[in-house]
């Protein structure tokens, strides 16, 4: 079975930029695969962040973008604040209807 | 408003039966996939599964294939998850969420929005 690959933890400064990148264990990752990313905090529910690779959910601040870099997809966050402190997820699209999400990336901002 | 409201926490013993319900509001619920997410306490999310109400056709994750079942009630709105015989192992925290990106038989995209607020299963004897 295919793993879609996140790095497990990333710290960032306030006001840095920090990318996050999503990747297949076998393969690349192109806008074929439409990947999205959600935003999760402790005790909620995930919030979608990105969609079809690079654009924005509603509401979501222009500080969150996302890419294909190289063989993955990537999460870039411009600029973060304090409150981008969350876990960060992504999805990939497998075919079939099957989708699978990615190990999450636990990001620190310090 | 597209909204997705789940059911409330759940306490169950093993080999004990369940079914949560994922109801919505706001949209065509025959339109658009119906998906579910595992949570396990501390662990990150997992796909289980995707249904579409207006035919019932479902795909499920080779992970949880024959382990859980999806359905939905057209006339109702509402999606379910269901277990026969439950194990410890499912205590998690179950999420629905609407998929984005498809229609028909054709998807251009493929994402999940809104969720649900999540249901808690406790399995505990």
């Known amino acids: 079975q295919t793993v879609v690959t996140q790095e497990p933890s990333f710290s960032v400064s306030p006001g840095g930029t920090v990318t996050l990148t999503c990747g297949l264990s076998?393969?690349?990752?192109?806008?074929?695969?439409?990947p999205s990313w959600y935003q999760q905090t402790p005790g909620q529910a995930p919030r979608t962040l990105i969609y079809?690779?690079?654009t924005r959910s509603s509401g979501v601040p222009d500080r969150f973008s996302g890419s294909i870099l190289g063989n993955k997809a990537a999460l870039t966050i411009t600029g973060a604040q304090a409150d981008d402190e969350s876990d960060y997820y992504c999805?990939?699209?497998?075919?079939?209807?099957?989708?699978?999400f990615g190990g999450g990336t636990k990001l620190t901002v310090l | 408003e597209v909204q997705l409201v789940q059911s409330g926490a759940e306490v169950k013993k093993p080999g004990e039966s369940l079914k949560i319900s994922c109801k919505t509001s706001?949209?065509?619920?025959?339109?658009?996939?119906i998906g579910w997410v595992r949570q396990m306490p501390g662990k990150g999310l997992e796909w289980m599964g995707i249904?579409?109400?207006?035919?019932?056709?479902?795909r499920y994750s080779p992970s949880f294939q024959g382990q859980v079942t999806i359905s939905a009630d057209k006339s109702i709105s509402t999606a379910y998850l269901q277990w026969s015989s439950l194990k410890a192992s499912d205590t998690a925290m179950y999420y629905c969420?609407?998929?984005?990106?498809?229609?028909?038989?054709?998807?251009?995209?493929?994402?999940?929005?809104?969720w649900g607020q999540g249901t808690l299963v406790t399995v505990s004897s």
């Open positions: 969420a609407r998929r984005r990106g498809c229609s028909g038989g054709s998807c251009w995209g493929n994402w999940f929005d809104p």
């Open positions: 706001g949209y065509s619920f025959t339109s658009y996939w």
């Open positions: 249904i579409y109400p207006g035919d019932s056709d479902t």
């Open positions: 076998s393969g690349s990752v192109s806008t074929s695969y439409h």
């Open positions: 079809s690779t690079n």
């Open positions: 999805v990939l699209y497998m075919g079939s209807g099957i989708s699978v």
